[in-house]
């Protein structure tokens, strides 16, 4: 599968900055399962942009941009080949152990109702199969809603509630899978099985299984990401893999305008 991807971020300031710093991740690795065929990212003002890999391993952009400064739109594009793999990640550059993924945060935090819902799905004997059972069953249980997630969300709070964003889900699912025993990771990346605009990258989970490896588990859609998907960044919850971060210089408010579109041929 070749996937066309397009991905527009906006910053609007409401007075000029002097400053914008920023930490980009929108750069996908090569892996036995896609390779980057083409790739740019582009800034509309003079910037300085230096290449480096993050504690995770992602590939990661630092933006430097000297004002005044009254927006800021970074534009990515690219093409992607990918292919089919059952879920399973072969050949990424990996520079931690799994069991440092069994680290919680306070966003992937399991509470009991999380819990409990895990449980009524697992088996200590199968694990893979429970994973691919609890990926189902969180896929039927909640509407996976369109729009941007809420900022600060907790997996608990988001079970809790109703209509949720795939970020929610992924956080979710590896909320679980921690709290069942198990390393778990988020991932953000994109997908072209949605509308063909939305407001936000895609995001789903990576479980560890012991004799396979990592596996990743989409709850947005009820399986495991093929070769409609584009892995990006990998961390400990979404936060952690957020395809930019950082700060400015300046007094004002900010407006932020996200457009990612994505499209596959086979």
């Keep these: 599968?070749?996937?066309?991807?397009?991905?527009?971020?906006?910053?609007?300031?409401?007075?000029?900055?002097?400053?914008?710093?920023?930490?980009?991740?929108?750069?996908?690795?090569?892996?036995?399962?896609?390779?980057?065929?083409?790739?740019?990212?582009?800034?509309?003002?003079?910037?300085?942009?230096?290449?480096?890999?993050?504690g995770f391993g992602n590939r990661t952009t630092m933006l430097y941009a000297e004002g005044p400064l009254d927006r800021v739109e970074i534009a990515v594009t690219g093409e992607v080949v990918t292919t089919h793999s059952s879920g399973v990640l072969h050949g990424a550059f990996e520079p931690l152990p799994p069991r440092v993924f069994l680290r919680t945060?306070?966003?992937?935090?399991?509470?009991?109702?999380?819990?409990?819902?895990?449980?009524?799905?697992?088996?200590?004997?199968a694990p893979l199969e429970s994973l691919h059972r609890l990926n189902r069953a969180l896929h039927d249980r909640f509407d996976a809603a369109g729009g941007r997630p809420q900022p600060g969300l907790s997996a608990a709070d988001a079970f809790a509630g109703g209509d949720l964003t795939s970020r929610d889900l992924a956080q979710i699912l590896v909320a679980a899978a921690r709290a069942m025993g198990l390393p778990a990771r988020y991932v953000t990346g994109y997908c072209d099985l949605h509308d063909d605009h939305r407001p936000?990258?895609?995001?789903?989970?990576?479980?560890?299984?012991?004799?396979?490896?990592?596996?990743?588990?989409?709850?947005?859609?009820?399986?495991?990401?093929?070769?409609h998907h584009v892995r990006v960044a990998v961390a400990l919850d979404a936060a952690g893999s957020s395809p930019v971060a950082g700060s400015r210089l300046g007094e004002g408010r900010e407006c932020l305008d996200v457009d990612v579109s994505v499209s596959a041929e086979a």
Excluded: K
């Design 105 to 125: 945060t306070p966003a992937t935090l399991a509470d009991g109702a999380i819990r409990e819902f895990a449980a009524a799905r697992w088996d200590e004997g």
């Design 200 to 227: 936000t990258p895609h995001g789903w989970a990576d479980a560890w299984v012991d004799g396979i490896g990592w596996v990743g588990f989409d709850p947005t859609l009820g399986v495991s990401p093929e070769d």
């Design 1 to 54: 599968m070749r996937l066309t991807i397009d991905h527009r971020t906006t910053y609007r300031f409401t007075a000029p900055q002097g400053r914008v710093v920023q930490l980009l991740r929108m750069t996908p690795p090569n892996t036995h399962d896609q390779t980057v065929a083409d790739w740019h990212i582009a800034v509309d003002c003079d910037a300085r942009m230096r290449d480096h890999r993050d």
